[in-house]
């Protein structure tokens, strides 16, 4: 209606008002013998909040089956996995990165929480890696798992097990999904710097060029680019078709790649390690809650700090076995971590869920 009809802006405001019921208090014990609304709510939430993870979180898992059956039936093998690594590292990451950028119109609030969320998540990581390897002891820390704990604690797959998640937990909230690429992005310039320094103890494998110039930070600044030039209004369809169908295979193909590594293990060994399900404790508990403690009392939006509680929560991520490679050892533990804090997150991120 304009304002030439005779819409008198005033009158519209303020006349609602009037008729509006007034809101008195009503003290709990008002509710006893039948059921209080308000409760009702919060517990409805909460266990929308659960079965949405955990609907998430076993279908992602599901993924995993088709490459365990197919290099059980011996139809793969070990030496093709770099190829299809690659694929996944070099294309499709980079899409579901570019497809999530992209889906919001820009504006200052939103860029914003993306820089604020990209910093407190490194802040989180850091500081948990620095306490637990503070807390583990000089002489702790000469022992390579000592060392592993504390950078698979804060390394988690955010990208291609969290992203998903939170897409499904906020489908009206795009920046959820954008919260996940720039965890992804704090993870890689901690792993390539603090990270490796940790593991390895030699400065010399601390490299600014990995930590910046690989597939994932590149992706996110060009995708951050393009969501400033609001590219979600001038792209066409058929462009963003085609990235957003290209990045949806990251996840299948992620967990795909896993589910091979998984048939090729012995599994009694993968399941009988207490250290392994120390450091899977650590990334799929501790290092949530730290990350929700550090977001839940500040004055930031409900799915800011959800975010930061399910992304925390994601299982470990395979940057901690190249990092094992490049340190020539622990390369089996890097991988039982991976593995076992995939499979036990469908237990872990449901339940944290029910904090929300």
């Known amino acids: 209606m304009s304002l030439s009809s005779g819409f008198d802006p005033f ?11 007034r809101l008195m208090y009503t003290h709990p014990a008002s509710f006893r013998g039948r059921p209080c609304p308000r409760r009702n709510k919060v517990k409805d939430l909460c266990m929308n909040a659960f079965s949405v993870t955990l609907s ?27 190829s299809v690594s690659a694929i996944l590292l070099y294309i499709c990451g980079p899409c579901m990165f570019l497809n999530a950028l992209t889906a919001m119109d820009a504006s200052p609030d939103l860029t914003g929480q993306m820089l604020l969320f990209l910093l407190v998540s490194f ?93 994932t930070v590149l992706s996110v600044l060009a995708g951050f680019a393009l969501y400033l030039a609001g590219a979600k209004n ?9 990235v957003r169908t290209v990045g949806a295979m990251s996840t299948p193909l992620c967990l795909f790649i896993l589910g091979i590594r998984l048939a090729a293990m012995d599994l009694k060994k993968l399941f009988t390690q207490p250290f392994v399900y120390g450091i899977a404790a650590a990334k799929l508990l501790l290092f949530p809650l730290f990350c929700y403690a550090l977001a839940v009392f500040l004055p930031l939006s409900p799915v800011f700090k959800a975010s930061m509680l399910v992304l925390g929560a994601a299982p470990c991520a395979s940057v901690i076995l190249n990092l094992a490679e490049m340190h020539n050892s622990g390369q089996e533990l890097a991988a039982n971590c991976a593995l076992l804090s995939t499979l036990l997150s469908v237990v872990s991120i449901p339940l944290l869920s029910l904090l929300l």
């Open 11 to 21: 009158h519209f405001m303020f006349r609602p008002l009037a008729r509006q019921p």
């Open 56 to 82: 998430n979180v076993l279908l992602t898992l599901l993924y995993l089956l088709p490459g365990f059956l197919l290099q059980k039936c011996r139809k793969t093998r070990a030496e093709h996995l770099s």
């Open 123 to 215: 802040i989180a990581e850091l500081s948990l890696l620095l306490i637990i390897s503070a807390l583990s002891g000089k002489k702790r820390r000469d022992e390579f798992r000592w060392r592993m704990l504390s950078i698979a604690a804060v390394s988690g797959n955010t990208g291609f097990f969290g992203l998903p998640i939170v897409s499904a937990l906020f489908p009206d909230a795009p920046e959820a999904s954008a919260f996940s690429c720039m965890f992804c992005v704090s993870l890689n310039i901690l792993a390539w710097t603090v990270g490796v320094f940790t593991l390895t103890g030699d400065r010399k494998y601390i490299s600014l060029r990995a930590a910046f110039l690989n597939p």
């Open 234 to 242: 001038w792209l066409p369809d058929l462009v963003r078709g085609g």
